[in-house]
């Protein structure tokens, strides 16, 4: 069965007065029907960009100047602007990553959740409030018929993003891209709308681009993760593919920066030095290289390709990641590769 969201080498580039900035590079992923993809990497990698790409939503400055999106058979990236808005909230729909800043204060929540729905299958006033409280129910908003008649600023951030992620689901999309859903929200209200997002996705059967630099949220969501940096994808595969046996010393830079529950508070938490790099102009060699303990010349000098990596799931030949040293990392403890810049137990 075909994939149903297919990303193919996609490239967007935004351009500036005197050059241009490749955001993102040589770009695929694919999704399945009724799976979370968790995208991952720091601020600045191009992770929010590919959301943008996939809903046709890039600033003035972008454009997609190479590859295909294709959703349940449609190239995405083929369809005009007037055919492109037949497809946003009704095939995929886009719960952006500030619900305040997304939700119109005027207006109160009922009327802004039914309003996909009476512009894509023109339902009655009656039918999209009825809608409208089933989805507010599907994310289990306390006191769902109370909330359709409260604006925004009523309502707590936990419950202004229920009603984002509603407004998503109003049309019963086949995919959900969420950008940083639960950025701003303590713990427990995380927890909270992470579990009615899931519940969410188990009744529609929904697909889910969870679009995060949490790795909390990707291990507790995602059943494969992507992991992204300067534009590229440099390691895939399942979550615990990812987590139990990574690949690639940028994701073993991201691990290592996590806290731990079992560390004793002594042990400082370790960092990836450095800042990713420029996306203005051409680049050659690994762009993770300047800041990579494992670097070595060839890393400077030739971008490496995603290769096969050893799996610790089921799924054979679907963990790859881009490194000249996968292998050599994957079998290292990737708690100690970063300490103060220097590579502990990994030998290449």
Same mark, same amino acid.
Request: with cysteine; net charge negative.
């Given at each position: 069965?075909a $994939? ?14 005197k050059?241009?900035?490749?955001? /993102?590079?040589d770009?695929? +992923? ?6 979370? +993809? @968790?995208?991952?990497g720091?601020? @600045? ?8 790409a996939?809903?046709?939503?890039l600033?003035?400055? =972008?454009?997609? %100047? ?5 959703l349940?058979g449609?190239d995405?990236?083929?369809?005009s ?19 305040m800043?997304?939700?119109n ?11 996909g ?10 039918d ?10 599907? %994310?289990?908003?306390p006191?769902?018929?109370?909330r359709l008649d409260?604006?925004p ?5 936990? #419950? ?8 998503g689901?109003v049309c ?5 891209? !969420? ?7 303590? /713990?427990?209200?995380q927890?909270?709308v #992470?579990n009615s997002?899931?519940a $969410? ?6 697909a889910?681009l969870?679009?995060?630099?949490? +790795?909390?949220v990707?291990a507790?969501l ?9 534009g590229?994808?440099?390691?895939i @595969? ?9 690949s690639?010393?940028y994701?073993? =830079? +991201?691990l ?6 079992d ?11 450095g ?11 690994c762009?993770?290289?300047?800041r990579?303990?494992l670097?070595?010349?060839?890393c400077?000098?030739?971008e ?16 790859r ?6 292998? !050599? ?6 708690g100690?590769v970063?300490?103060d @810049?220097v590579?502990?137990n990994?030998? /290449?």
């Amino acid at each position: 069965m075909a $994939a149903l969201l297919s990303v193919n080498n996609l490239k967007v580039q935004f351009t500036t007065r005197k050059n241009f900035a490749t955001a /993102v590079d040589d770009f695929s +992923l694919t999704i399945d029907r009724g799976e979370c +993809l @968790g995208l991952v990497g720091e601020s @600045g990698c191009g992770k929010t960009t590919t959301g943008l790409a996939v809903m046709r939503l890039l600033p003035g400055s =972008g454009k997609i %100047v190479a590859g295909n999106i294709v959703l349940d058979g449609v190239d995405l990236a083929t369809l005009s602007e007037k055919e492109m808005q037949s497809q946003r909230g009704q095939s995929v729909a886009l719960i952006p990553q500030d619900p305040m800043s997304s939700l119109n204060p005027t207006t109160k929540i009922g009327r802004q959740i039914g309003e996909g729905l009476r512009i894509h299958t023109g339902a009655s006033e009656a039918d999209a409030r009825k809608r409208s409280l089933e989805v507010l129910e599907m %994310v289990e908003m306390p006191r769902p018929s109370e909330r359709l008649d409260q604006y925004p600023f009523e309502l707590s951030g936990g #419950l202004r993003q229920r009603v984002i992620i509603a407004m998503g689901l109003v049309c019963n999309p086949t995919l959900l891209i !969420a950008d940083e859903p639960t950025t701003a929200l303590d /713990v427990t209200v995380q927890a909270q709308v #992470l579990n009615s997002l899931k519940a $969410a996705m188990a009744e529609t059967g929904a697909a889910l681009l969870l679009i995060t630099h949490d +790795l909390g949220v990707i291990a507790g969501l995602a059943d494969d993760v992507l992991v992204m940096y300067a534009g590229r994808p440099v390691e895939i @595969g399942t979550a615990e593919d990812v987590f139990y046996r990574p690949s690639m010393p940028y994701t073993l =830079g +991201l691990l290592g920066s996590l806290p731990r529950l079992d560390s004793d508070g002594a042990e400082r938490l370790r960092q990836i030095p450095g800042a990713p790099p420029s996306m203005i102009g051409d680049r050659t060699g690994c762009p993770f290289a300047p800041r990579c303990p494992l670097a070595a010349d060839i890393c400077r000098e030739t971008e490496p390709e995603l290769v096969v990596v050893p799996s610790v799931s089921s799924a054979l030949g679907e963990h790859r990641a881009a490194c000249h040293f996968a292998d !050599a990392v994957g079998r290292g403890d990737h708690g100690q590769v970063f300490s103060d @810049g220097v590579v502990d137990n990994v030998i /290449v």
